[in-house]
C-alpha cells in the first residue's frame, strides 16, 4: 500500500486497483537537481529502488543520501544522456547492477532562449537530443524487458509547451510536443501489454528547474506550481494509471488552462494572444536579453 505525503494534496479515490511502487526499480534521468530531486524524493518515500543518472556526481551523491534518509535505495549513474548512441552502455550497466527496470522516467531536459533564426545546428542536436531522442532510445532499449515481464510505466515529463509552443524557445516546445505526440502513441501501442505509459504536462515551476534557473519569475497570470507538485503528479499518474496529466497551480488553475488549450485548438490565433496576455513572449524575450548580459560580461 502506497504512503501518500503531505497533506496539502487532495485524498486519493478509494476502490480503484493501484499500482505499488513500493519496491520497483525506477530508472530517473535528470535526477541530480530540480525537478529530478524532487522526483527522486517522492519516489524514496514509497521505498522504491531508484537508479538517478545525470552528469554531476556531486549531485547524485547528495540525492542518493536523501534516498536512504527517506527509505529508499539510491544509486547514482554519472551518465550524459545527449550521447545517444551510447545509451545502451548506460541500460547494460544498469542490468548488470540490478536486473531489468520496471519504471522509467524520462525527466532530462534543457531550454535555450533564441529567435530562431539565431540557433545553431548544434542548439537544435543538443536540445533534440537531451528532450526527445534520449527519452525515445532509452525506452525502446528498455522495452523489449518490460514486454517480456508484462508490466511496466514509462513516464515522460513534457510542458505545457508541448500543447502551445513557445516564442523564442521554439526548440523547446518542439522537443517537448514530439516527446507528447510519441507518447500518445506509444500508449496506444501498448494497450493490454501491461505496459503503462503517462505523459506530464508542467506549466511554470516557481522554486526549482528550468525556469528558476534564469532567475527571472513566471508571468503571475500564468500560474506557477512548485517542484513537489510535479513530483507528486509523477508518483500519483504511476499509481493510477493516468495517461496524462497538467500540473499548474492549484486545480482550478489547471481546469483554467485545460480549456484554453482546448479553444486555442480551434482558433490558433486566439491561443497566440493568450500567450502575449499571460507573458510569455515577454518573459523568453526577457530571458534572451538576460542571457546575452551574461555572455557580455564573460567576454
Known sequence: MLKWMGARHAPLQMGIKMTTITGKRILLTGASRGIGAYIARELAKQQATIVSVSRSQQGLDRVCGEIYALGGQGIGITFDISNVEKLPLL??????????????????????????????????????????LAAMELTRLLLPNMLFQGSGHIVNIASLASKKGHPYDSIYSASKAGLLMWTDALRQELTGTGVRVSTICPGYVGDAGLLADTGIPAPKLAGTSKAEDVAYAVVKAIAHNQAEVIVNGNSMTANLTKFLLAIEQFFPEFGDSVNRWLGVTKLNQMRIEKSSKKTSLKV
Open 91 to 132: 541500460v547494460q550497466k544498469i542490468e548488470e547492477l540490478i536486473g531489468s527496470i520496471d519504471i522509467v522516467i524520462n525527466n532530462a531536459g534543457i531550454e535555450i532562449y533564441k529567435a530562431f533564426q539565431n540557433y545553431s545546428l548544434s542548439d537544435l542536436q543538443s536540445v533534440l537530443s537531451i528532450n526527445l
